[in-house]
């Protein structure tokens, strides 16, 4: 090892000291060298981590370190009880990297006040991306010119087909038996035809049965928005590619929020189009009921760009989108009724909301200058119990007989889901069946003609070392926000207009079945409604409302 500089005296030993314990993952003795307080620093690619216990609980979590020896260390003194420390590692695996510490002595003892991190350059990011391309399949346009989209990189989620690859489903069992794809699937099919390039096939939670971006094979897709925070899932590498500027559309699926919840989470614009608007043909399916193709964009203009050409007059309402639950083929309407109604509000949705980001939705619904009118929707824990009774028998039937026969393939949060899918009886589904008609109708009955607005999540993401119990409360508060969209078979966009705690919040606008595209343009409307106006436009006026609107 080269070594530039002198060490003053004491420092040396407490560096080798933290070395030698970052290498048997010593959490203890590092957290000791690491000065205590709000004020310690640690950063990385992933971003800053402030203070000693966000620090400590990213350790206690992250699994140990890539073994790597020291090639050399340049050490500057500061002051008689400062000194700067860059230490360059070669890893035993191959690649190098670099350490930055600053080291304060403080009662004698020589600990790290601030730390930065730069690892070796990864050929891309596994926790993101399966396959990446450059592009992976470059865009095909029309033949006359380059097409609507050319330039725009597209990130496809590991549940649709992409010619000449495997669908992986998140899982790298399933992924070794899979048959290569002779076709794309429609959804891809219509964004290279407008001249798209897809970049790459991006990772997903396994078999999309999950909302947290958490897979237990390729770790936990990074939040482009929020570092300290879980990205959100199930379309989450997609989401994660997006809003780290590594693609510019992603295309995902929403069943029960996996748009919509990475979206919030990362400050993304996300539509979960009308159940059924687009073809799900080449789509692996976790429960047909629920299952729609949608986008996540960072701009709001490519979003209604992709919305239009994909939800034209081929592509809405034909053979494969199927019914709905109801039995209705979409047809995509162009009405503009959206812009002129109250918007709509459920008390019961804003109370399912942290305190925090209800005051900030409703500061938001101020500043829109429109409206408000109170609506009374379904019981929400019916809504959620509903959606999870069907989509877990429609689980089980898609994928429970691969499960049993591969008991160790799936993480453990997954194969528990499969696990309690497996237990729903015949007599739970059909009755859960009839009672999504009942409540379908009934939401689709409140709704009306007008648009419902609502936090898209509870509240910011989770943070990346939450544990596993904490994820699961998340999860089980946001869908009893998101089965709003999932019971009633509508469309949704998320718009990342709220920020709490340092972290993007979504709002989000359901509206009437297949009026996606208009859907779109009032969040637009709004959206720059909200950022041109004054912050301190008072609170929304709200006019009576009956329970139901015809």
């Given at each position: 090892?080269?070594?530039?500089?002198?060490?003053?005296?004491?420092?040396?030993?407490?560096?080798?000291?933290?070395?030698?314990?970052?290498?048997?993952?010593?959490?203890?003795?590092?957290?000791?060298?690491?000065?205590p307080g709000p004020s310690t620093l640690r950063g990385d690619g992933a971003g800053l981590l402030r203070g000693h216990e966000q620090i400590?609980?990213?350790?206690?979590?992250?699994?140990g370190v890539a073994r790597r020896v020291l090639v050399s260390v340049d050490v500057q003194v500061l002051g008689p009880d400062a000194a700067?420390?860059?230490?360059?590692?070669?890893?035993?695996?191959?690649?190098?990297?670099?350490?930055?510490?600053?080291?304060?002595?403080?009662?004698?003892?020589?600990?790290?006040?601030?730390?930065?991190?730069?690892?070796?350059?990864?050929?891309?990011?596994?926790?993101?991306?399966?396959?990446?391309?450059?592009?992976?399949?470059?865009?095909?346009?029309?033949?006359?010119?380059?097409?609507?989209?050319?330039?725009?990189?597209?990130?496809?989620?590991?549940?649709?087909?992409?010619?000449?690859?495997?669908?992986?489903?998140?899982?790298?069992?399933?992924?070794?038996?899979?048959?290569?794809?002779?076709?794309?699937?429609?959804?891809?099919?219509?964004?290279?035809?407008?001249?798209?390039?897809?970049?790459?096939?991006?990772?997903?939670?396994?078999?999309?049965?999950?909302?947290?971006?958490?897979?237990?094979?390729?770790?936990?897709?990074?939040?482009?928005?929020?570092?300290?925070?879980?990205?959100?899932?199930?379309?989450?590498?997609?989401?994660?590619?997006?809003?780290?500027?590594?693609?510019?559309?992603?295309?995902?699926?929403?069943?029960?929020?996996?748009?919509?919840?990475?979206?919030?989470?990362?400050?993304?614009?996300?539509?979960?189009?009308?159940?059924?608007?687009?073809?799900?043909?080449?789509?692996?399916?976790?429960?047909?009921?629920?299952?729609?193709?949608?986008?996540?964009?960072?701009?709001?203009?490519?979003?209604?760009?992709?919305?239009?050409?994909?939800?034209?007059?081929?592509?809405?309402?034909?053979?494969?989108?199927?019914?709905?639950?109801?039995?209705?083929?979409?047809?995509?309407?162009?009405?503009?009724?959206?812009?002129?109604?109250?918007?709509?509000?459920?008390?019961?949705?804003?109370?399912?909301?942290?305190?925090?980001?209800?005051?900030a939705f409703l500061a938001w619904v101020g500043r829109t200058g429109r409206p408000v009118q109170t609506v009374e929707l379904p019981d929400?824990?019916?809504?959620?119990?509903?959606?999870?009774?069907?989509?877990?028998?429609?689980?089980?039937?898609?994928?429970?007989?691969?499960?049993?026969?591969?008991?160790?393939?799936?993480?453990?949060?997954?194969?528990?889901?499969?696990?309690?899918?497996?237990?729903?009886?015949?007599?739970?589904?059909?009755?859960?069946?009839?009672?999504?008609?009942?409540?379908?109708?009934?939401?689709?009955?409140?709704?009306?003609?007008?648009?419902?607005?609502?936090?898209?999540?509870?509240?910011?993401?989770?943070?990346?070392?939450?544990?596993?119990?904490?994820?699961?409360?998340?999860?089980?508060?946001?869908?009893?926000?998101?089965?709003?969209?999932?019971?009633?078979?509508?469309?949704?966009?998320?718009?990342?207009?709220?920020?709490?705690?340092?972290?993007?919040?979504?709002?989000?606008?359901?509206?009437?079945?297949?009026?996606?595209?208009?859907?779109?343009?009032?969040?637009?409307?709004?959206?720059?409604?909200?950022?041109?106006?004054?912050?301190?436009?008072?609170?929304?006026?709200?006019?009576?409302?009956?329970?139901?609107?015809?």
């Amino acid at each position: 090892m080269r070594l530039t500089g002198t060490w003053p005296a004491g420092l040396e030993s407490a560096f080798h000291e933290y070395e030698a314990a970052l290498m048997r993952d010593d959490t203890g003795v590092l957290d000791a060298l690491f000065e205590p307080g709000p004020s310690t620093l640690r950063g990385d690619g992933a971003g800053l981590l402030r203070g000693h216990e966000q620090i400590s609980a990213f350790r206690s979590s992250r699994g140990g370190v890539a073994r790597r020896v020291l090639v050399s260390v340049d050490v500057q003194v500061l002051g008689p009880d400062a000194a700067l420390v860059v230490g360059e590692s070669r890893f035993q695996d191959g690649g190098r990297g670099l350490q930055t510490q600053l080291w304060c002595r403080t009662d004698g003892a020589w600990r790290i006040r601030t730390a930065h991190v730069t690892g070796r350059a990864p050929a891309f990011d596994r926790s993101v991306w399966r396959v990446l391309g450059d592009p992976l399949v470059p865009g095909s346009g029309t033949g006359v010119g380059p097409g609507p989209l050319a330039g725009v990189r597209v990130a496809v989620k590991d549940l649709v087909a992409v010619r000449g690859q495997v669908v992986g489903a998140g899982n790298p069992t399933w992924q070794a038996e899979a048959s290569v794809e002779d076709e794309h699937a429609p959804a891809v099919a219509v964004l290279l035809d407008a001249g798209a390039d897809v970049t790459g096939i991006a990772r997903t939670d396994e078999f999309a049965y999950a909302l947290a971006g958490r897979n237990a094979h390729s770790g936990t897709t990074p939040n482009g928005a929020a570092p300290q925070r879980i990205g959100g899932g199930s379309t989450s590498g997609a989401a994660s590619a997006v809003a780290l500027g590594q693609a510019d559309l992603a295309l995902g699926t929403d069943t029960a929020g996996s748009i919509r919840v990475p979206a919030s989470y990362q400050g993304l614009w996300g539509l979960r189009t009308t159940h059924g608007a687009v073809p799900r043909s080449g789509v692996l399916p976790l429960a047909q009921t629920f299952d729609t193709v949608g986008w996540l964009t960072r701009e709001p203009e490519l979003l209604r760009r992709v919305a239009g050409i994909a939800l034209g007059a081929d592509a809405a309402g034909t053979g494969d989108a199927g019914a709905d639950a109801l039995g209705a083929t979409p047809v995509l309407r162009g009405d503009t009724v959206l812009r002129g109604d109250p918007l709509l509000l459920s008390d019961a949705v804003l109370d399912a909301a942290e305190p925090d980001t209800r005051r900030a939705f409703l500061a938001w619904v101020g500043r829109t200058g429109r409206p408000v009118q109170t609506v009374e929707l379904p019981d929400l824990d019916d809504l959620a119990e509903t959606l999870r009774v069907v989509q877990a028998a429609e689980a089980h039937r898609n994928h429970g007989a691969w499960v049993a026969a591969h008991p160790a393939a799936l993480g453990a949060d997954v194969a528990e889901r499969f696990a309690a899918a497996a237990a729903v009886t015949a007599e739970q589904e059909s009755s859960a069946r009839a009672r999504l008609v009942e409540l379908r109708t009934a939401l689709r009955r409140v709704l009306g003609n007008g648009v419902l607005a609502l936090p898209t999540v509870p509240g910011p993401a989770p943070s990346r070392t939450a544990d596993t119990a904490a994820v699961l409360v998340t999860r089980r508060a946001t869908l009893r926000m998101t089965s709003v969209a999932g019971i009633g078979g509508l469309p949704a966009v998320t718009i990342p207009a709220l920020d709490l705690q340092d972290a993007p919040v979504g709002v989000c606008l359901v509206g009437p079945a297949s009026t996606d595209l208009a859907l779109v343009d009032l969040a637009i409307d709004l959206a720059r409604a909200t950022a041109v106006a004054p912050a301190s436009t008072p609170a929304p006026a709200s006019t009576s409302a009956p329970a139901t609107r015809s």
